[in-house]
């Protein structure tokens, strides 16, 4: 496989998996949101969407954050090109504003760009608001095997609007103290929006981020999570690294930045269970015997953790 290096702050290879990630059998929207700020939800989300697209998935990422983080660390030119915000307020096909990421093939992204800022008050008086960015999403999502919404720390309109047009919510748990204060907040939002928006919303994934495992507190959020959430909780912790902190200042997400560091690891990891979890079901033409051996098999498979 490619490594990919460093020069210039500029991606010139990528490393390539030596097995592919596990194709959903139909496109996967996920919104990743916290509304408490600081918790590796921006990082989260470009580095599991690089992940997969390594994996040769294909894998959208719209950058819904004003600050548009996600953008940079992704090396997309945000500030002078049309992006989301021209989308939501119909003066750009989505179509238009979708640009590939450098090193990856099978990795676009929609980009934020100053003007989103003003998004919140511009939605306000138009029609149907909350479904600006389902409207746009539906125009392309049969391109994709995967589309993350990466939103702002808040629960204002750009976040209902990911809502309403996700499948899945996945939400990043920094395991320290305040980790889930908060997060009662943001799950009544999402109950609301499931019951009055969007009915096929799920929570299906919750991870741990900027975990130590040196600390008794990120042990006690961990167990905590655990068991509140032992069915959404992808319990592969993400460790606190130096490495997944510094890629951005390079344009870079941790995958090519320093693929083989506890970090990107650690997030590869990640999205192989994601991918995993979301396996096209093959026709289940087998015994009750067969099935269960399967299951086994599962449990059992390394490739949980391989890359």
């Not at 589309?147 to 920094?174: K, Y």
Request: net charge negative; with cysteine.
């Amino acid at each position: 496989m490619d490594d990919s290096r460093e020069t210039s702050g500029k991606v010139i290879g990528v490393r390539r998996l030596k097995e592919a990630m596990a194709k959903p059998a139909s496109t996967r929207i996920f919104t990743v949101a916290n509304q408490k700020g600081g918790v590796g939800k921006t990082t989260s989300t470009v580095n599991i969407a690089a992940a997969l697209a390594m994996g040769g998935l294909r894998v959208l990422v719209i950058d819904l954050d004003p600050q548009g983080n996600a953008s940079t660390a992704l090396g997309v030119e945000h500030r002078e090109s049309a992006g989301v915000y021209e989308v939501l307020m119909g003066s750009a096909p989505i179509t238009s504003v979708v640009q590939k990421v450098a090193g990856f093939p099978e990795l676009d992204c929609i980009p934020s760009n100053t003007s989103l800022a003003n998004a919140e008050i511009n939605l306000v008086s138009m029609v149907a608001r909350e479904l600006q960015l389902k409207e746009a999403i539906d125009e392309i999502s049969v391109n994709y095997d995967y589309i993350f919404i990466d939103c702002p720390p808040s629960l204002g309109l750009l976040t209902i609007n990911a809502f309403a047009a996700s499948r899945e919510l996945m939400i990043p748990i920094q395991t320290e103290y305040y980790a889930l204060e908060g997060l009662s907040q943001l799950l009544e939002t999402y109950t609301l929006v499931k019951k009055r928006l969007n009915p096929t919303l799920n929570l299906s994934t919750i991870i741990l981020t900027m975990f130590d495992s040196r600390t008794r507190l990120s042990n006690d959020v961990a167990a905590n999570v655990r068991a509140h959430f032992p069915n959404e909780l992808i319990d592969i912790p993400i460790p606190r690294a130096v490495r997944v902190s510094e890629a951005p200042s390079y344009n870079q997400t941790v995958m090519t930045y320093d693929p083989l560091s506890p970090g990107a690891i650690a997030y590869m990891q990640v999205a192989r269970e994601i991918a995993e979890r979301g396996r096209a079901k093959e026709p289940d033409l087998s015994t009750e015997f067969n099935s269960n051996v399967v299951s086994i098999n599962y449990l059992g498979d390394n490739s949980r953790g391989s890359a």
